[in-house]
Nanobody, 128 residues
Framework: QVQLVESGGGLVQAGGSLRLSCAAS????????MGWFRQAPGKERVFVAA????????YYTDSVKGRFAISRDNAKSTVYLQMNSLKPEDSAVYFC?????????????????????WGQGTQVTVSS
């Protein structure tokens, strides 16, 4: 079992930056692929970014490429999402998720149903 706790959300003006953190506890974290998803009011939860267990492979949805960066520090059991040049349409609850140990294709990284553990989410609001 892996427990995930997100932090770092808040209110920011358009063009600003935030850094989200996801602290993991429980079973070994360093081998788990991780992802970030977001959900706006009345909309489905959608993929934002993902990272493999070693941090050598990262994946992003098109709308955040060049603005967001996912990283991890396995020694601290933490995954990060650095968000720059934020836009009002980035406003959502951001969720951290973990997959069971293994190797996955890009299509598996982007599907929320393939993740086994979820955090409670952190709110990000970008004002115009």
């Amino acid at each position: 079992q892996v427990q995930l706790v997100e932090s770092g959300g808040g209110l920011v003006q358009a063009g600003g930056s935030l850094r989200l953190s996801c602290a993991a506890s429980g079973r070994t974290f360093s081998n788990n692929p991780m992802g970030w998803f977001r959900q706006a009011p009345g909309k489905e939860r959608v993929f934002v970014a993902a990272i493999n267990w070693s941090g050598t492979s990262t994946y992003y949805t098109d709308s955040v490429k060049g603005r967001f960066a996912i990283s991890r520090d396995n020694a601290k059991s933490t995954v990060y999402l650095q968000m720059n040049s934020l836009k009002p349409e980035d406003s959502a609850v951001y969720f951290c998720a973990a997959k069971r140990v293994g190797y996955y294709s890009y299509n598996e990284y982007v599907q929320s149903r393939t993740y086994d553990y979820w955090g409670q989410g952190t709110q990000v609001t970008v004002s115009s």
